[in-house]
């Protein structure tokens, strides 16, 4: 139990090393969050309107779901799934089988920018800490 208490940890300080850069290079952000298999491990809330709890718990089920079907239908693990409603975008970004790294944001014309920030977010998070 120990490991997975250091590994979480140093996930959450990774975390925190990121956001401030994805802050910067994605425009109106709602929430940055680190899910675990257990919920949300940390976050950065931009718009207090939204429940993180609630929309991590259904996010997390339709990860679930989707690295099921991923993976059952042969297509490998899920790396990233994107998910555009009327008034935002929210992409996760598998951090392990168990981690993601999950972008709220409402700037739907700026899903390429923000994609590719949270990709290079997610590998500054899994580099080994020198």
Not at 1 to 18: D, G
Not at 64 to 88: F, H, Q, T
Not at 93 to 122: T, V
């Amino acid at each position: 139990m120990p490991e997975i208490r250091e590994t979480q940890n140093s996930l959450a300080i990774k975390f925190r090393e990121v956001v401030d850069k994805l802050r910067q290079t994605v425009t109106h952000i709602q929430a940055i969050m680190l899910v675990g298999p257990h919920g949300v491990l940390d976050y950065v809330l931009d718009d207090p309107a939204l429940n993180l709890e609630t929309v991590a718990e259904e996010y997390v089920m339709l990860l679930r779901i989707a690295r099921s079907a991923s993976e059952d239908s042969g297509a490998g693990n899920l790396v990233e799934n994107i998910l555009v409603s009327e008034k935002s975008i929210m992409i996760a970004r598998s951090l392990s089988p168990d981690h993601f790294l999950i972008l709220l944001s409402r700037a739907q014309d700026q899903i390429g920018r923000a994609r590719y920030e949270l990709k290079l977010a997610a590998r500054e998070i899994e580099r080994p800490r020198t």
